[in-house]
């Protein structure tokens, strides 16, 4: 059976939760092959073991983390050359993460294969792996397969369920040699991100936001509440061109790159503005959105003005020929407006 290459994003050992589902997709087109690069590169292979890696090949080197991506794809090069070596390849796996897309493109550039990103399914075909995209913003979907080369993918978050498949998970030390342009760019510092103890924003499968909806920051705890008694991260809007637009778009998370696929919003009243400016807003809310309808209420007409419609003009008292009232456009004036 062929053999898939499956690029392991981990934290010190960690395993994080696209590579596992990485290795489910990977088990439906060949035997998972894992590559675990960096500080605690041994200790994934417990967990990639239970998820199906019928081996994992291994390397810990300083230019992993003192060098920005290039040594990565030295080492998955080198990987690709043992496994292809050794027997057929089917595929080579990678998380959609801004760093892991740019070692795949550099790794096809290598070998001379074709790439796909940002799949959201993976199938066995006749000819190949066929992967499923989500294009023009998930309002169409395609099925794309690579034909040169050994295909290099590149899987979205939350695009397969992360399923248990013990394995061997056989250890091997990976033998890595670095080219001269892999110090070319070198990290001088990091800053560690604080920790909220609640789930990566691209990894969640709920994720609860809110916005100026809950009216200032300091009533914020309600949103983090219901996040944690739904096990989800909590997003905050986002404030731009001196509007308050929300992180994430209600019903349509297919626009938000790597996003989940459930977006949880609340939905709050919105305070009734200053007294001496609703007619303000009401005219702007009509040239945004159009004209909703009469709302019967009257509207006095100077006697002279243009007929409507060929009909006679209103005199001073809002009153027609007929004794019918005219009446306005405007929207109705309202306490308060549901978000």
């Keep these: 059976m062929a053999e898939v290459l499956v690029y392991v994003d981990h934290v010190d050992g960690a395993v994080r939760k696209p590579t596992l589902e990485l290795l489910t997709l990977a088990r439906r087109i060949g035997e998972p092959v894992a590559v675990a690069l960096?500080?605690?590169?041994?200790?994934?292979?417990?967990?990639?073991?239970?998820?199906?890696?019928?081996?994992?090949?291994?390397?810990?080197?300083?230019?992993?983390?003192?060098?920005?991506v290039v040594p990565k794809v030295d080492a998955l090069q080198a990987a690709y050359e043992a496994v292809s070596a050794g027997g057929s390849l089917a595929a080579v796996l990678v998380p959609s993460s801004a760093e892991a897309k740019e070692i795949a493109a550099r790794l096809a550039v290598r070998i001379g294969s074709g790439i796909i990103t940002d799949a959201v399914d993976l199938e066995a075909?006749?000819?190949?792996?066929?992967?499923?995209?989500?294009?023009?913003?998930?309002?169409?979907?395609?099925?794309?397969?690579?034909?040169?080369?050994?295909?290099?993918?590149?899987?979205?978050?939350?695009?397969?369920?992360?399923?248990?498949?013990?394995?061997?998970?056989?250890?091997?030390?990976?033998?890595?040699?670095?080219?001269?342009?892999?110090?070319?760019?070198?990290?001088?510092?990091?800053?560690?991100?604080?920790?909220?103890?609640?789930?990566?924003?691209?990894?969640?499968?709920?994720?609860?936001?809110?916005?100026?909806?809950?009216?200032?920051?300091?009533?914020?705890?309600?949103?983090?509440?219901?996040?944690?008694?739904?096990?989800?991260?909590?997003?905050l809007a986002r404030r731009r061109r001196r509007r308050l637009v929300p992180a994430l778009q209600p019903g349509r998370p297919d626009r938000q790159v790597g996003l989940p696929a459930a977006v949880h919003r609340l939905r709050h009243l919105r305070r009734d503005?200053?007294?001496?400016?609703?007619?303000?807003?009401?005219?702007?809310?009509?040239r945004q959105q159009g004209?909703?309808?009469?709302?019967?209420?009257?509207?006095?007409?100077?006697?002279?003005?243009?007929?409507?419609h060929g009909r006679p003009a209103a005199d001073r008292r809002g009153q027609g020929p007929q004794g019918l009232t005219c009446a306005s456009l405007a929207a109705p004036q309202s306490a308060g407006a549901v978000w």
């Design 291 to 308: 004209r909703r309808g009469p709302d019967l209420r009257p509207r006095r007409l100077r006697r002279g003005r243009r007929p409507l």
């Design 38 to 68: 960096g500080n605690g590169a041994e200790a994934t292979a417990e967990v990639l073991a239970e998820h199906g890696a019928v081996k994992v090949l291994t390397a810990d080197a300083p230019e992993f983390a003192d060098y920005l």
């Design 125 to 235: 075909g006749q000819e190949g792996p066929v992967a499923t995209q989500a294009v023009f913003a998930a309002s169409y979907t395609t099925k794309s397969r690579v034909s040169k080369g050994t295909p290099v993918i590149t899987v979205k978050p939350n695009s397969a369920p992360v399923e248990a498949a013990p394995a061997a998970g056989a250890v091997e030390a990976l033998t890595v040699s670095f080219g001269e342009k892999s110090t070319g760019t070198k990290v001088v510092s990091r800053t560690p991100r604080e920790s909220t103890g609640r789930p990566e924003l691209t990894e969640a499968a709920i994720v609860v936001s809110g916005g100026r909806g809950v009216n200032g920051a300091e009533n914020f705890h309600v949103i983090e509440e219901l996040a944690d008694s739904l096990g989800a991260p909590s997003a």
């Design 273 to 286: 503005p200053a007294p001496g400016r609703h007619a303000d807003l009401e005219d702007d809310r009509r």
